[in-house]
T-cell receptor, first 113, second 113 residues
Framework: KQEVTQIPAALSVPEGENLVLNCSFTDSAIYNLQWFRQDPGKGLTSLLLIQSSQREQTSGRLNASLDKSSGRSTLYIAASQPGDSATYLCAVRPGSGTYKYIFGTGTRLKVLA | ETGVTQSPTHLIKTRGQQVTLRCSSQSGHNTVSWYQQALGQGPQFIFQYYREEENGRGNFPPRFSGLQFPNYSSELNVNALELDDSALYLC????????????FGQGTRLTVV
C-alpha cells in the first residue's frame, strides 16, 4: 500500500533563505509525482509535475527532484519570500492502474520578513 | 488561477440531509476527480470520472455518488450527511485520467451540524 510522508510538518525560515522540503513514498512504482501549494482554506495550486521517467523539473525559483529508487522527492525553493508562506503538498500517482493521487499531509511553511 | 470552478464555496447542512456540489472542469479537460480534505490532513480520493464514466473509486461509502455531464462538468452528491463529512471538497480536472497534470478548484467548504 502506497504511503506518502512529508517532513518536516512545519518550517519557519527568514526571508531570503534557500530551503528544501522533503517527500518520501513507500512504493517506487509510480506514474508521476506532483507538488502543490495550498493557502489556508483554499484549493490546491499546481507547482510542478514530474513524470516517472524524469529526474527533475524547474519553474522559476522552484526545483523539484525525483529519485524513484529511493522513494524520495525534494522541492527546493530559492531565495524564499513571505509570499511563499503556505502549505506544500506532495502527491504520487501509483503505478498500479489506479487513477488517484495519494497525498502527504504537507509541510506548513512560514517565511518571516 | 486555474479554469476549474466549484460551487458553492461554503455551505452548512444538517445531519441526515443531502448535498450536491458542482465542478466545472478546465476547458478541454475530460477527466474530473473529487477529493475530501479534513482539517490538517492531505486530500483523500473519492472517485474519478472520465468521459462520463466512473473510472476509479476510493474508500468512501455508496452514499457518496457522482455524475459527469457531456460538457465534462461534474457533480458530487452526498446522502444522509454525517458530522464527519464536514471537510473541504476539492475537484480536480485533467486532460486524461493518468499521466497528466491535475488542476484543482478552490474547493467547497461543507459544514455538517
Amino acid at each position: 500500500k502506497q504511503e506518502v510522508t512529508q517532513i518536516p510538518a512545519a518550517l519557519s525560515v527568514p526571508e531570503g533563505e534557500n530551503l528544501v522540503l522533503n517527500c518520501s513514498f513507500t512504493d517506487s512504482a509510480i506514474y508521476n509525482l506532483q507538488w502543490f501549494r495550498q493557502d489556508p482554506g483554499k484549493g490546491l495550486t499546481s507547482l510542478l509535475l514530474i513524470q516517472s521517467s524524469q529526474r527533475e523539473q524547474t519553474s522559476g525559483r522552484l526545483n523539484a527532484s525525483l529519485d524513484k529508487s529511493s522513494g524520495r522527492s525534494t522541492l527546493y525553493i530559492a531565495a524564499s519570500q513571505p509570499g511563499d508562506s503556505a502549505t506544500y503538498l506532495c502527491a504520487v500517482r501509483p503505478g498500479s492502474g489506479t487513477y488517484k493521487y495519494i497525498f502527504g499531509t504537507g509541510t506548513r511553511l512560514k517565511v518571516l520578513a | 488561477e486555474t479554469g476549474v470552478t466549484q460551487s458553492p464555496t461554503h455551505l452548512i447542512k444538517t445531519r441526515g440531509q443531502q448535498v450536491t456540489l458542482r465542478c466545472s472542469s478546465q476547458s478541454g479537460h475530460n477527466t474530473v476527480s473529487w477529493y475530501q480534505q479534513a482539517l490538517g490532513q492531505g486530500p483523500q480520493f473519492i472517485f474519478q470520472y472520465y468521459r462520463e464514466e466512473e473510472n476509479g473509486r476510493g474508500n468512501f461509502p455508496p452514499r457518496f455518488s457522482g455524475l459527469q455531464f457531456p460538457n465534462y462538468s461534474s457533480e458530487l452528491n452526498v446522502n444522509a450527511l454525517e458530522l464527519d463529512d464536514s471537510a473541504l471538497y476539492l475537484c480536480a480536472s485533467s486532460l486524461g485520467p493518468l499521466n497528466t497534470e491535475a488542476f484543482f478548484g478552490q474547493g467547497t467548504r461543507l459544514t455538517v451540524v
